[in-house]
C-alpha cells in the first residue's frame, strides 16, 4: 500500500483546515448530515485535507473525532504541513497543545487550549504517522498543498505507514546538500540579536536563511506535497511566528492536468482582513480570485481552506469577526460549499474534467 491512496467510491464532502477548532467541526458535520459516527444515510465519505491542528482552542479533541472516523471507515485523511511538524518533533508556533516547549510561548497568544495528555502522545503520532500524503480517483484529486506529478511519482512506491523514515531519509540527504549554508547562516544570526521570531524587529534579508530554505522545501517531495512550492522572495516578511525569507507561489498556474485537484494550506477569505492579524505575512495568492472560483490555468484546482484557522485571533480581536474564519467542506461532484454555520454557496469557474484513460 502506498503513500498514494484511494479515494473512496461515491460523493464526498471534503473539509478544509481544522486547526483545532472542535466545535466548527461539530458544526460543519451536522449541516452535512453527519451522525457522530460519521454515517450518513445517502453514503457520502468524509475527506479531510490535513491540517486538523494547531492554533485553535482544541486540537486533541479534533485529533481524537478524525483517528475514530478514519479507523471505523468512515472517513479518509491526508496529512497537511502541521501533522508533519508534529511527527518531525518540530515545536513551531501554535503548537503549544502538544509540545511542553512551546506551551508557555504560546499562552498570549492563542489560550485558552486544551493540551493533550502526555500518555496519549505516542498513539496520536502513530495515527498520524499511518494517514497517506495524497488521495487519488479517476475524477479527483486531493493533497494537502501541491499536486506537482513529479513529486508525486517519486514518493508512490513509498509504503504507506513508512512517511517518517523516508521524511528523516530525504532530510538527511538535503542537509547534507545545505551544509554550504550553515556558516552564512550562522553569520547572518549573529548580526541580527532579536532572532527570527520577534514581529517587532525586522531583520535585514538573509540570502544563506532564503537558500537554505528554499533547498530544504523543494528538495524534499514530501515538503513540497504537503506545504507547497516555494521560492526566495524579495523581501523578509512575518508570517507563521516566524520571518520568512522565501515564498509561497501559485503552483496551479502550471498544472496542466485534466484531473481536478482539492487542496487546504492558503487560506481563502470572503471578506477582506489584515491578514498580519492571524500571522500571515507574504502575499495573498488568492487577491485576485473570487472565493468561490475553480482557480489554476486549467481552472480546475479549488482550496477549501477558508481561514478557520484564524479564529483565535478573532476571539482576541473585537473589530475582527469570527465569521470572517470559516470551516468549509467542498461537496463532490455537486461541487457546492456548505460551511459550519449552515451556508450553502457553489463554487464557479468549473472546467470539467476528462477522466484518465
Not at 55 to 82: F, I, M, Q, T, Y
Not at 294 to 319: E, I, M, P
Request: hydrophobic share 40%; net charge negative.
Amino acid at each position: 500500500m502506498s503513500l498514494i491512496q484511494q479515494l473512496p467510491s461515491g460523493p464526498l464532502d471534503i473539509i478544509g483546515d481544522i486547526h483545532g477548532e472542535y466545535d466548527a467541526l461539530c458544526n460543519l458535520m451536522r449541516h452535512l448530515a453527519y451522525d457522530a459516527d460519521g454515517r450518513h444515510k445517502q453514503g457520502r465519505t468524509l475527506v479531510f485535507v490535513g491540517d486538523f491542528c494547531d492554533r485553535g482552542p482544541d486540537s486533541p479533541a479534533v485529533l481524537a473525532l478524525l483517528e475514530r472516523l478514519v479507523k471505523k471507515g468512515r472517513a479518509v485523511a491526508v496529512l497537511g504541513n502541521h501533522e508533519m511538524n508534529l511527527l518531525r518533533g518540530s515545536a513551531k508556533d501554535g503548537a503549544g497543545w502538544f509540545f511542553d516547549e512551546r506551551a508557555v510561548r504560546d499562552e498570549p497568544k492563542y489560550a485558552p487550549f486544551k493540551r493533550l495528555d502526555a500518555a496519549k502522545k505516542a498513539d496520536t503520532l502513530n495515527f498520524l504517522a499511518s494517514l497517506p500524503v495524497a488521495l487519488e480517483r479517476e475524477d479527483l484529486r486531493v493533497v494537502h498543498a501541491a499536486w506537482i506529478a513529479e513529486h508525486i511519482e517519486e514518493i508512490r512506491h513509498l509504503a504507506l505507514g513508512s512517511v517518517m523514515e523516508n521524511d528523516r531519509r530525504l532530510d538527511a540527504d538535503t542537509r547534507q546538500l545545505a551544509q554550504e549554508f550553515a556558516a552564512q547562516m550562522q553569520a547572518e544570526l549573529a548580526a541580527h540579536s532579536p532572532g527570527l521570531e520577534n514581529p517587532d524587529h525586522l531583520p535585514p534579508f538573509m540570502h544563506a536563511h532564503a537558500a537554505y530554505d528554499v533547498l530544504m522545501q523543494m528538495h524534499n517531495p514530501l515538503r513540497v506535497l504537503t506545504s507547497g512550492v516555494e521560492s526566495k522572495w524579495h523581501e523578509a516578511f512575518y508570517s507563521g511566528g516566524k520571518w520568512r525569507f522565501v515564498g509561497r507561489e501559485q503552483w496551479w498556474n502550471e498544472y496542466t492536468d485534466q484531473l481536478p485537484v482539492v487542496v487546504g494550506h492558503y487560506w481563502r477569505r470572503f471578506n477582506a482582513f489584515d491578514r498580519a492579524h492571524v500571522g500571515k505575512g507574504g502575499e495573498d495568492l488568492f487577491e485576485n480570485t473570487s472565493p468561490l472560483a475553480w482557480h489554476g490555468v486549467a481552472g480546475n484546482v479549488f482550496c477549501v481552506d477558508f481561514s478557520v484557522g484564524g479564529r483565535w485571533s478573532a476571539r482576541k480581536n473585537k473589530d475582527f469577526p469570527e465569521s470572517d474564519c470559516k470551516l468549509a467542506a467542498l461537496q463532490w461532484p455537486e461541487r457546492s460549499l456548505c460551511f459550519d454555520d449552515g451556508q450553502v454557496m457553489q463554487t464557479v469557474s468549473f472546467k470539467a474534467a476528462t477522466p484518465a484513460p
